[in-house]
């Protein structure tokens, strides 16, 4: 009797320990030093995040998304108003956005157990 608890018991913490492992999302987000980009990198993330970048009237900001599981949206608005691009699944690629005024600009990441990573730069005119 006694073995047959101590066996369920070493299984039921066997159980959590390896779920606790499983369960883990990371995201590690690393700004250019000039103010011209960042890079978002992330494991299993499940929830949206933003950074902001100041841009001005008719610059090129390209995006490269590299997707290795799960879903990725972006969405990207100014501060006055403005919405210059909006994706809810993004597969592995890169595209440039050109806006249209000067602002700052939020960029909204929302992943969904996603693996990847996303990077913006700031082309210029």
Not at 5 to 16: A, C, N, Q, R
Not at 110 to 117: I, K, L, S
Request: include cysteine; aromatic fraction near 6%; charge should be neutral.
């Amino acid at each position: 009797m006694l073995s047959r608890k101590l066996t369920i018991g070493v299984l039921l913490v066997s159980v959590l320990l390896l779920s606790a492992c499983a369960t883990g999302s990371r995201m590690v987000i690393l700004e250019d030093p000039n103010g011209t980009g960042f890079t978002m990198d992330f494991t299993r993330f499940s929830a949206t995040n933003k950074c902001t970048l100041s841009l001005g009237e008719g610059d090129v900001v390209q995006v490269e998304a590299v997707r290795d599981s799960g879903k990725i949206g972006l969405r990207v608005s100014g501060m006055k108003g403005s919405e210059p691009y909006e994706g809810n699944d993004l597969k592995t690629l890169t595209f440039t956005i050109r806006v249209s005024e000067t602002d700052d600009y939020v960029f909204w990441i929302t992943g969904h157990d996603a693996t990847g990573r996303i990077t913006i730069k700031n082309l210029g005119h």
